[in-house]
């Protein structure tokens, strides 16, 4: 089976969780950095869990998972230690289409979660396909230290740099020229020494260079 790799914006959407263990935790954690709306049912929930329903992060029923706490839901993790309800869920979210991941039972999941390098808006993500989870927070750990955070500020400044050209260069083919060549493997490896202050020269310079040119 070949997984179609996506990056999905879950701002304000209502996201459940089945279970509320450490697996369950780790799920939560992801779904929150990302603005989902959480709602966690579980007849018992970690003191990390409990803290951020404490807080207001996540909402929770507490009890066992029922049909009902689908409603309105868009993705589904069944992070329960409980194979009949694991298959429950599945079997729900697939006849309702509502994607779902199921943390024990990789063919009954709709998505994998992969591990994740974040680095601001730059994020690395690596899956195995469900073959070894530990392979892949491996190789995670060792993007961790080839991509210093360095990463995320470059990659924050691109973004006003784009939108800067996008804005303000109204020459369809100038505007090309300049956003295909804003960065190449000199500027990555000036990033990828730390070097900042140059990186962001040599992108400058691009924009400078080209704009001047009639
Ligand atoms: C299919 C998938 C479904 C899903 O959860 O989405 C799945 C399934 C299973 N994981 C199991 C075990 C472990 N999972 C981890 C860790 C992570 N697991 C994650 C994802 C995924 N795990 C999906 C596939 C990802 C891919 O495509 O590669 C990560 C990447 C993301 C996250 O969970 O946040 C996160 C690392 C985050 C990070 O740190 O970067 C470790 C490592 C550790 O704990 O040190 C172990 C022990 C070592 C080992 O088994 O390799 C078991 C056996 C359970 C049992 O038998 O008890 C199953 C079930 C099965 O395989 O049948
Ligand atoms: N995909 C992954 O990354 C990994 C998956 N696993 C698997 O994940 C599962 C959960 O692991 P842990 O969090 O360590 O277990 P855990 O025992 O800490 O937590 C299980 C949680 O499920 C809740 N629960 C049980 N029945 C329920 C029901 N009917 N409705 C709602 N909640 C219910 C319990 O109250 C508890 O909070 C295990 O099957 C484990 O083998 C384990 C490691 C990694």
Do not use: W
């Not at 230690?81 to 990789?106: E, G, L, Q, S, W």
């Amino acid at each position: 089976m070949e997984l179609y790799p996506i990056f999905l914006n879950l701002t304000d959407k209502k996201c459940l969780v089945v279970g509320g263990g450490k697996v369950a935790e780790r799920k939560v954690n992801a779904l929150a950095r990302c603005g989902a709306k959480i709602h966690v049912v579980s007849p018992q929930l970690t003191p990390g869990l409990q803290d951020m329903v404490n807080r207001g992060l996540v909402m929770h029923r507490r009890g066992i998972y029922q049909t009902s706490d689908l409603e309105d839901t868009f993705l589904v993790i069944s992070a329960t230690n409980n194979d009949a309800t694991n298959h429950a869920v599945a079997n729900d979210c697939m006849k309702r289409n509502i994607v779902v991941n199921v943390v024990d039972d990789p063919p009954r999941c709709s998505f994998f979660v992969p591990s994740v390098v974040h680095r601001g808006s730059l994020k690395l993500a690596i899956s195995t396909g469900g073959s070894s989870p530990r392979l892949a927070k491996l190789i995670r750990k060792r993007l961790e230290r080839d991509f210093s955070p360095v990463f995320g500020e470059f990659t924050d400044f691109l973004n006003t740099v784009r939108k800067q050209v996008q804005e303000q260069v109204t020459d369809p083919n100038k505007r090309e020229q300049i956003l295909k060549n804003l960065v190449d493997e000199t500027t990555f490896d000036l990033v990828k020494h730390g070097d900042l202050d140059k990186a962001k020269e040599r992108v400058n310079n691009v924009c400078y260079i080209n704009r001047c040119q009639s």
